[in-house]
């Protein structure tokens, strides 16, 4: 599942008239990425929930069969955030572990890994966490030895979760349908112990502010020149 949804209210203007999955870095919308990576592993059916300028991401993506994949959209009236529009998929999604990755993040994750990744007996979800960048340098979570996600404790720098992960459909069994944010699933998760995680050290960047679009466009189209 790809999450696209959302307004993307902090990179204004620009998404006044372009929805920020199809903002484009070195001339190819962030959401193309995801979409050749996800073909690229094996993987052959997507969804998409869509809302904000939706008929946009609809009509540049359409079915999905020039990558090869099959898409399904999920509309949203008004965004539900990252577990509303989740939830509010599942039906589409099926009864097995599912990749979620977040529409607005540049990643160069190997997707083929979390194709193959099997949810550990504990686990209800399996986050990919990265370092953290220069606007969030303390981080949002710790893993230990045993790869549990934990709180980070006021002394110690954590992890920043990259927007992509790999969730069973049990882990929002219990949530009510409706607009809800991923945090306080996590949370709970974190409490029952059964939020696992990895750190991962390629390339990725948060594309959250027409700032970030720009440095991130020219840093990639001089690695497309060389």
């Known amino acids: 599942m790809i999450l696209a949804a959302g307004f993307g209210e902090r990179m204004l203007p620009l998404t006044g008239h372009t929805p920020k999955p199809l903002l484009q870095v070195a001339g190819t919308p962030l959401i193309e990425y995801h979409l050749r ?21 609809e009509a540049y993506c359409g079915d999905g069969s020039r990558w090869g994949l099959e898409i399904t959209y999920s509309p949203e009236e008004q965004p539900l955030e990252t577990a509303g529009g989740i939830q509010r998929a599942l039906p589409v999604l099926g009864a097995q572990p599912f990749l979620v990755v977040n529409g607005d993040v540049w990643i160069d994750y190997p997707f083929q890994r979390l194709g193959r990744w099997q949810l550990k007996p504990w686990e209800t979800a399996h986050l990919v966490m990265v370092d953290n960048p220069p606007q969030h340098p303390l981080g949002d979570f710790c893993l230990d030895a045993e790869g549990r996600v934990t709180y980070r404790p006021a002394e110690r720098v954590g992890y920043t979760y990259a927007g992509l992960g790999v969730f069973a459909p049990a882990f929002f069994a219990h949530m009510e349908p409706g607009k809800l944010a991923l945090r306080p699933l996590l949370d709970a998760a974190i409490a029952e112990g059964c939020l696992g995680g990895e750190h991962f050290r390629g390339d990725w960047e948060d594309v959250g502010t027409p700032q970030r679009l720009t440095e991130l466009d020219a840093r990639i189209s001089a690695a497309d020149r060389r």
Request: proline share 0%; no cysteine.
């Open 37 to 57: 990576g996800l073909a690229g592993a094996g993987f052959a059916q997507v969804v998409i929930n869509i809302s904000h300028l939706g008929r946009q991401i």
